[in-house]
C-alpha cells in the first residue's frame, strides 16, 4: 500500500514538472481536438468495413465479396491519410496518458500501409481462402454419391458421435483433402504480403506485429512457463484417455505412442468432449446426457441465446440490446452459403452487435452461444470508450468472458437450477465425473492452443518454409498434444488450413490466454461471491455458480468497461488484484480430477508421454 502511494506522488511530480512545457501544452491541445475528430471518423469507417465483412460472411458471393474489397480499399486510403496526419504530432513527448495512449495506438497502420495493389490481393486471399473454407463439401463415407455434406453440421457430428474408426479417419481425410491444398498457394502469398505489411510498421515480421499488442516483450516466455506448469496435468489426461481409447479400438491405439487425431471426438483434436461417453472415470455414474435432455426439454435456439443472456443479466450486466435479436443469425441459413465458423460482431456505433452462429441444440453449441455473448457483453461495457480502447485489455480476455460465465453454468448447481440434471445428490463419484468431463474441454485444449501459433510464429520468421509447412505442422502436433495423423503425410498435404483461424488469418494464442486467466478470472469472482474459499473443502472451486451474484458481476464489469484504455496487467489487477497471468486457478480448479488420474494411471500401469510416432510424417514427397 505504502509503495503505491510513493509511486502516485512520483507521478504527479513528473507530470507536474513536465507540463508546464507551453510548447507541449499547446501540441497537445491542438491534438486532443485532432484526436476528437479522428476517433469519429474511425468509428465511421469501422463501421461501414463491418457491415461490408458482415454482408460478405452471412452471404457470399462474388457481388458481396467485390463489395467488401473495395469498401476495404476506400477505408484503407483514408486510414493512411490519417495516420500521415498522426506521425506529424510529437505524442511520444506528451504528457496527457491518456491522449499518448491513443496516439501510439494510432501510430500503427497496420496492413493499410501497404501499396494499395498488394492491400488488395492480401484481402483478396484471405477472403477467398475463407471461401474455400466455408464452402468445401465432402462425400458420405457410406455413400459415395452424397456429397453435400459440410463441416457444419455434418462433419462436426460424425466426428462427435461415431465410434466407427473407418467412417472417422474417412471424414478426417475428406476434410482435410477438401481444403488445404487448395489453400496451399494463397497461403504462401499470404504470408508474404502479411510479412511485408508488418515491415512497413517497423516489425521484423507478422509474428512479432501479432504478439505487440500484449504490450509486453516478455510474453513468448511467459505462456511457454505457463504450458510447463499445466502440462504435467495434459500429461496424465492424454494417458488415461488413450488407455481407454485403446480399450475401445483395440491396435490402432498404441500403448506407448502419440494418440491417432481421428478419435478423439474433434475435427481438430482440440477438445475431446465427445469421447466421454466411453471414457468415463465412473461409467456406472452417468449422468444425463445433456444434448439429449436440452433436446427432450425442447430447447430452441432463441431460448438457448436467451438462456445465455439470463446469466449475463443476473449478476447486473447488460442485455442484448433489441437490434442483437433482429440482426443476430442464430441459425444457419437453407438457401444461401455463409461462413458458419461463430462470431461476435460489434459495428463501432455503440447500437449495433451481432452473432452469427449456425446454432444447433447441443451442449457445445450451448457453451458456444454463452462464448460469443461473452464477447457482446464486453462490446457492451466499453462501448463508450474512445474507439481506439474499444478492445479486449488483451486478446485473451475477449475470448474468456463467455468462458469465464459457462464455469458457473456447468457447475452441478447450476446445471441442476437450470433443470438438466435431475440427481439431487453430489457423490464424489459424480463429482469426480463432471470435473474430468470439462477437463476434456479445457486441459486437451491447452497444447493445441499453444502450437497453432508457435506453428506460424515460425512460418512468418522464416523458420518454417513452405517446402516443410506440413512437416512442421506435424512435429508440433505430436510435440505438444502427442497425437498422430491416421495415416502418412507429406507435403502434398497442408493440413493447418483446415483449421479456421488459419486461413481466416486471426492468431490464436489468446485462446491459450484465455484459457488460463478464464480459471483465474473464476477463482477472482467465487472468492468475491463468497462461493470459494480456500482450503475449504465445503467450498471447492469447481462448484461455484456466481449466478444472480451481483457483486461479482460488479467486479468484473469494472475490468471490462476499462476495455484496452489500460495495458492488460492494470485490468487483470481491478478483478484478480494479481498482476500477471497464473495457471494456478487451473491448477486448483482440476485438483481433484489430477489426484485421480496420477492414481489411476499408477494403477493401470499406463505409460505416461509418448514415444514417437511411427507413421512417418515426415517422409516428403518434392
Ligand atoms: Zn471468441
Not at 486532443?32 to 469507417?45: M, P, S
Request: glycine share 4%; aromatic share 12%.
Amino acid at each position: 500500500m505504502r509503495k503505491n502511494i510513493v509511486l502516485l506522488l512520483a507521478v504527479l511530480n513528473f507530470h507536474y514538472a513536465i507540463s508546464t512545457d507551453p510548447e507541449i501544452e499547446a501540441e497537445e491541445l491542438k491534438a486532443r481536438d485532432f484526436i476528437q475528430f479522428l476517433n469519429k471518423k474511425t468509428a465511421e469507417n469501422a463501421n461501414k468495413a463491418s457491415l461490408a465483412h458482415w454482408a460478405y460472411a452471412s452471404n457470399i458471393t462474388d457481388a458481396n465479396l467485390q463489395n467488401q474489397l473495395a469498401v476495404d480499399a476506400e477505408v484503407a486510403k483514408e486510414d493512411k491519410q490519417y495516420w500521415l496526419e498522426t506521425i506529424k504530432f510529437n505524442w511520444k513527448t506528451f504528457t496527457d496518458y491518456d491522449l499518448k495512449r491513443q496516439f501510439k495506438k494510432y501510430s500503427k497502420l497496420g496492413t493499410s500501409a501497404l501499396p494499395e495493389e498488394k492491400l488488395n490481393r492480401l484481402n483478396k486471399i484471405i477472403s477467398d481462402m475463407q471461401k474455400i473454407y466455408s464452402t468445401a463439401k465432402i462425400c458420405a463415407y457410406d455413400d459415395p454419391e452424397k456429397c453435400n455434406l459440410a463441416l457444419e453440421p455434418e462433419l462436426t457430428n460424425i466426428l462427435a458421435n461415431s465410434q466407427n474408426a473407418d467412417e472417422l479417419k474417412h471424414v478426417w481425410l475428406e476434410w482435410r483433402k477438401a481444403v488445404g491444398p487448395h489453400c496451399r498457394k494463397l497461403f504462401e502469398e499470404y504470408v508474404d504480403l502479411s510479412n511485408e505489411a508488418a515491415r512497413l510498421n517497423n516489425y521484423t515480421d507478422n509474428g512479432e506485429n501479432w504478439l505487440d499488442s500484449y504490450e509486453d516483450p516478455q510474453i513468448k516466455q511467459q505462456i511457454e512457463s505457463l504450458w510447463e506448469q499445466m502440462k504435467p496435468l495434459y500429461l496424465q489426461i492424454h494417458a488415461y484417455v488413450r488407455f481407454q481409447l485403446r480399450k475401445k479400438y483395440g491396435d490402432i491405439v498404441s500403448e506407448k505412442g502419440p494418440i491417432p487425431a481421428h478419435l478423439l471426438g474433434n475435427m481438430w483434436s482440440q477438445t475431446w468432449r465427445n469421447v466421454a461417453k466411453f471414457t468415463l472415470p465412473y461409467p456406472e455414474k452417468k449422468d444425463e446426457d445433456l444434448t439429449e435432455e436440452l433436446r427432450k426439454q425442447n430447447y430452441t435456439v432463441e431460448k438457448i441465446f436467451r438462456t445465455s443472456e439470463d446469466f449475463f443479466k443476473s449478476i447486473n450486466l447488460t442485455e442484448m440490446p433489441e437490434i442483437f435479436w433482429e440482426r443476430s443469425i442464430l441459425e444457419k441459413p437453407k438457401d444461401r452459403e455463409i461462413v458458419c465458423h461463430a462470431s461476435a460482431w460489434d459495428f463501432f456505433d455503440g447500437k449495433d452487435f451481432r452473432i452469427k452462429q449456425c446454432t444447433e441444440v447441443t451442449i457445445e453449441h450451448f457453451k458456444t452461444a454463452h462464448h460469443e455473448m461473452g464477447h457482446i457483453e464486453y462490446y457492451l461495457q466499453y462501448k463508450n470508450q474512445p474507439v481506439k480502447y474499444r478492445r479486449g485489455a488483451n486478446s485473451g480476455f475477449h475470448e474468456a468472458v463467455g468462458d469465464l460465465i459457462s464455469l458457473s453454468v456447468q457447475s452441478r448447481k447450476h446445471l441442476r437450477k437450470l433443470g438438466l440434471l435431475k440427481s439431487e445428490t453430489d457423490d464424489p463419484e459424480n463429482t469426480l465425473n463432471n470435473l474430468f468431463q470439462i477437463g476434456l474441454d479445457k486441459i486437451t485444449f491447452l497444447p493445441f492452443g499453444y502450437l497453432m501459433d508457435l506453428w506460424r510464429w515460425d512460418v512468418f520468421s522464416g523458420k518454417v518454409t513452405p517446402d516443410n509447412y506440413n512437416c512442421k505442422w506435424w512435429e508440433l502436433r505430436e510435440k505438444y498434444q502427442g497425437i498422430e495423423p491416421p495415416i502418412n503425410r507429406s507435403e502434398a498435404d497442408f493440413d493447418p488450413a483446415a483449421k479456421y483461424h488459419i486461413v481466416a488469418s486471426v492468431p490464436y494464442i489468446r485462446y491459450f490466454v484465455s484459457f488460463v486467466i478464464q480459471f483465474q478470472f473464476h477463482r477472482a469472482v467465487c472468492e468475491k461471491a463468497g462461493q470459494y474459499v480456500p482450503n475449504d473443502p465445503s467450498k471447492p472451486l469447481y462448484e461455484c455458480d456466481i449466478y444472480q451474484n451481483t457483486e461479482a458481476g460488479n467486479a468484473l464489469k469494472k475490468m471490462l468497461q476499462l476495455g484496452s484504455s489500460r495495458p492488460w496487467p492494470d485490468a487483470i489487477e481491478v478483478l484478480t488484484g494479481q498482476r500477471t497471468m497464473d495457471a494456478s486457478g487451473l491448477l486448483e480448479y482440476f485438483k481433484p480430477l489430477q489426484t485421480w488420474l496420477e492414481a489411476e494411471n499408477k494403477k493401470n500401469g499406463v505409460f505416461i508421454g509418448w514415444e514417437t510416432s511411427t507413421k512417418g510424417k515426415n517422409v516428403m514427397i518434392k
